[in-house]
């Protein structure tokens, strides 16, 4: 099966008005994006316009605020267009943040696109997640109307629409206790992070460098650092005011200033750059935290030790920090004891033949109100590697309550990573209080990872005549968060290669304490390799959300991992030929590359948005024809490549990423991590370039398959996916009972006559 893919990230509309903070200005958008932005469409995370229908509507937009940041201004600017059948003296747009007004906007239907500059008070934004939010009325008469109206419409422009910080970062004065405030998820824009090592790695420092990735992308959750390399270089001084002033007199922290870092290494290795009053106080797994001499905005992250197993276990405890103690600047530890974790285990993860209560993923009972109802959302994680028949389901048993004078057609949706699942229709005029109604879904609607139950309640009043008095007071539906959820059927088998899977849930790289070695092999050690592969391991810490238990580097000769998985970063030019071989695309000095023919029905190109898709086909297999040119040269150009593959001598499963250059490995893997991208890895083969949103990926090697299932699921698992098989098996099963009835009745005539 050859696939592909293909999506667009940012398009839509949207506008506003003023109040006291605001400037009304109507006319055409700035063309070029402001610096220190963030678009509606990076806040809402959805490329279409906001709609907002009907007579009142409310949106809500949060905003991440980091309490490093300190805002001076903060300015809203808004695109829009509403319909041009609303009476403007009783239309209008209430823009409010965390509840305060701040804006009000008259949607003027003789005007109906319009700019606004919202200045919003920067007193009022506070450290976390701030709410602000679209409050729509809209008319189109002064009598009574039907307030779903489909002339009720405005729509926002989200693309070009953004939030603009104007402000500083607060001088810090770190804590180990802190960190995750260091590490903060409620950045604004991209997180740079250097990571400085005190020589050109060897494998160990680039092991450690890997760790000290993965654990700010684990401390930093939703948010992939970019990561930067540097060797450290000791600056020799005898000015007094910097050897009075400095902590660090010694380093020269040029290189270092603009982003935070972590410096890793054993204390003899950094104790020329960092002085010997800051040698004496390491005694073994060393943490310390320290604002940056020269630029106190940013930190300094010291991971050491007396012994490099020392710095390895500070390394691994700044990935687990996950409570306010200790609450010091620097901490010495005399060890690491870790409790055992099976292999997949993990917060939100279910296991074979268990019910779960709604409470255990989070869920607290929850009631929806009014004519939208609203919705809520559950987070069930599968294991990444779950097989299940076709004939497996899940059943939810819903514990639930809804109030009398509701409509007939009042109904409580549920749906799956947004797709409809199943229905429970209102029927009741009385209302009714349900302790436990089954509902059977396919377990084959969930997918291996993270996956999104959101319960939906509509509801419309039984008294919704024209030109009454609508109350929706009594439009209540509460669901319960003791209602169940059981698995059964659930095992362990998939086909590889598989880079969706790999991009969602880590596999087969997310083991926990029962799983394969990780191996990460790279082509050389410059800078700008150790930091792609320690960015692309900070990506599958934060799809993982824990860091790799088992990780190993290697510069150069990665054969022979035996019995674990392999990561391969590096330039073409640097990486072994036999391992290239072994790829879908076989690059070199001569590269046979592999295009496909359409020969059958879904073998066509298919295109989405800017997107391209080749044989995005999720049911099965099917054999394609190709082309195979030999190329002089890998023919690379600007792209980074991504490949899947089994790994034979390499390692059970090999994911190689390469590009022309080391220096356009590094911008394409910064381009990776972002969600237009990464979103659209899959198959066994994906390419994308820096700066640009189009990703191709297909599928060209060969299949294999990890886990060990049930026989019967194996059974079926090999027949549903090669019809030809089971129709062979089954004839020749026939043929088999046909000749053994003939043999029984041979017998019995011989006997009884």
């Not at 700044?318 to 055992?340: E, I, K, V």
Request: charged share 20%.
């Amino acid at each position: 099966m050859m696939q592909s893919l293909f999506r667009a990230w940012f398009m839509t509309l949207f506008g506003a008005g003023l109040l006291s903070w605001a400037t009304l200005a109507l006319g055409a958008s700035n063309a070029a994006l402001p610096p220190n932005t963030m678009t509606l469409a990076k806040l809402v995370g959805q490329t279409n316009p906001i709609d907002l229908r009907g007579t009142r509507t409310i949106y809500p937009v949060y905003i991440p605020l980091s309490q490093r940041m300190v805002p001076d201004k903060v300015v809203l600017h808004l695109e829009y267009v509403n319909s041009i059948a609303l009476v403007g003296a009783r239309s209008q747009l209430v823009v409010k943040l965390n509840e305060n007004v701040v804006a009000q906007i008259p949607l003027n239907p003789a005007r109906p696109e319009g700019v606004a500059d919202i200045r919003l008070p920067s007193s009022r934004f506070k450290p976390g997640y701030n709410r602000i939010s679209f409050n729509i009325a809209q008319h189109y008469t002064y009598d009574c109307e039907d307030p779903d109206a489909p002339e009720l419409w405005s729509q926002i422009d989200t693309q070009n629409s953004y939030v603009k910080f104007e402000g500083e970062l607060a001088q810090v004065n770190p804590k180990l206790s802190g960190i995750d405030s260091l590490f903060d998820q409620r950045w604004l824009g991209d997180y740079q992070l250097t990571v400085a090592t005190p020589v050109f790695p060897t494998s160990e420092y680039a092991t450690w460098g890997a760790m000290v990735s993965q654990a700010a992308a684990v401390h930093l959750e939703y948010k992939t650092p970019q990561i930067f390399h540097e060797v450290l270089q000791y600056q020799n001084t005898t000015d007094n005011k910097r050897l009075k002033n400095y902590r660090f007199p010694y380093l020269d922290q040029k290189p270092l200033r603009g982003r935070d870092a972590i410096i890793v290494g054993t204390q003899a290795d950094l104790q020329q750059m960092l002085g010997s009053s800051w040698a004496n106080t390491v005694s073994g797994p060393y943490l310390g935290v320290f604002p940056m001499d020269e630029d106190p905005r940013q930190f300094i992250l010291v991971v050491s030790g007396i012994k490099p197993e020392d710095v390895a276990t500070a390394a691994r405890i700044l990935g687990y920090l996950n409570f306010p103690l200790p609450d010091q600047a620097t901490a010495n530890f005399s060890g690491l004891r870790m409790d055992h974790l099976p292999r997949f285990a993990a917060a939100d993860m279910v296991s074979q033949n268990s019910i779960y209560r709604l409470y255990d993923f989070g869920y607290e009972t929850t009631t929806m109100r009014g004519a939208g109802g609203g919705s809520v959302d559950v987070e069930i994680m599968l294991p990444p590697d779950v097989y299940v028949s076709e004939t497996s389901h899940v059943e939810l048993n819903l514990h639930f309550a809804y109030g009398a004078g509701m409509r007939g057609d009042s109904v409580f949706n549920i749906f799956i990573n947004g797709r409809f699942e199943n229905v429970v229709r209102l029927s009741e005029v009385e209302g009714e209080a349900v302790r436990r109604h089954t509902i059977s879904i396919p377990t084959r609607s969930l997918k291996p990872g993270m996956n999104t139950i959101t319960f939906a309640a509509s509801m419309i009043t039984d008294n919704s005549a024209e030109c009454q008095i609508r109350n929706d007071n009594n439009l209540l539906f509460t669901l319960y968060d003791d209602t169940t959820i059981e698995f059964n059927g659930l095992d362990s088998y998939v086909q590889m290669p598989n880079m969706r899977l790999m991009a969602t849930t880590g596999f087969p790289y997310s083991f926990n304490d029962d799983g394969e070695t990780t191996v990460v092999g790279l082509g050389s050690n410059d800078s700008d390799v150790l930091a792609a592969s320690w960015t692309l391991m900070g990506k599958l810490a934060e799809v993982m959300r824990h860091v790799s238990t088992d990780l190993q580097y290697r510069i150069g000769d990665f054969r022979g991992v035996d019995g674990g998985n392999l990561i391969v970063v590096g330039t073409v030019q640097t990486l072994d030929a036999d391992l290239l071989k072994l790829a879908p695309i076989k690059l070199g000095e001569e590269s046979l590359l592999q295009y496909a023919r359409a020969a059958g029905v879904g073998q066509q190109p298919r295109y989405e948005g800017s997107r391209l898709w080749i044989n995005a086909d999720e049911f099965g297999t099917r054999e394609f024809n190709y082309v195979n040119p030999t190329l002089k040269g890998n023919g690379l150009g600007d792209f980074g490549l991504l490949m899947q593959f089994q790994g034979g001598d390499y390692g059970n499963t090999v994911t190689l990423f390469t590009a022309g250059s080391g220096k356009n490995l590094l911008e394409t893997s910064r381009e990776l991590i972002t969600p237009e991208i990464w979103s659209n890895v899959q198959g066994d083969v994906t390419a994308w370039k820096a700066g640009e949103e189009d990703v191709y990926a297909r599928t060209l090697g060969e299949r294999y398959h990890i886990g060990k299932p049930r026989f019967s699921n194996w059974l079926i698992y090999h027949f549903s996916s090669d019809p030809w098989v089971f129709i062979g098996v089954l004839l020749v099963f026939l043929l088999l009972l046909a000749l053994f009835i003939r043999w029984l009745l041979k017998r019995f005539r011989e006997t009884h006559h």
